[in-house]
């Protein structure tokens, strides 16, 4: 089972996200900040991919995925109401994908599934003989 860390400050949001999630067949871990997120890592090891909003308090969702990112690589989705193209790009250069609120839950679980299918390439990639 796919395990997902889900970073969003509103509440409401991130319970939808877990139980939406759950029923797809993720293993969820959820948080409603940077410092609850790590705790999260901490406990359970880096997901198999991240959701996280933009706008968090203390620090960025931006922020936070370099914070996670420290040891290791983490596929990531940034999900956010944030919709200037400079977000969109910021989230980009960190080689997550961006998907605006209000969103469409399949369009998340494809982002999901191929930020997960990148990043088992690039860990795994093939080779030539």
């Known amino acids: 089972m796919p395990s997902v860390l889900v970073v969003d400050d509103d509440d409401d949001v991130r319970r939808l996200l877990t139980i939406q999630l759950f029923l797809e067949g993720y293993e ?3 948080a409603a900040g ?3 997120a790590r705790a999260q890592v901490a406990k359970h ?6 959701v996280i909003d933009v ?3 203390g620090m960025s969702g931006f922020e936070l995925l370099q914070v ?3 040891d290791a690589h983490l596929p990531a989705v940034f999900l956010s ?3 200037q193209q400079r977000d969109v790009d910021a989230g980009r250069a960190l080689g997550a994908t961006y998907v605006t609120k209000p969103f469409d839950i399949n369009s998340l679980l494809r982002a ?3 930020a997960i299918r990148i990043a088992t390439a690039n860990a795994h990639p093939a080779r030539a003989d």
């Open 28 to 30: 969820v871990f959820d």
């Open 34 to 36: 940077a410092d609850e």
């Open 45 to 50: 090891g880096l997901p198999d991919v991240a």
């Open 55 to 57: 706008k968090l308090r």
């Open 68 to 70: 996670l990112r420290h």
């Open 81 to 83: 109401g944030k919709v």
């Open 112 to 114: 999901m599934a191929n």
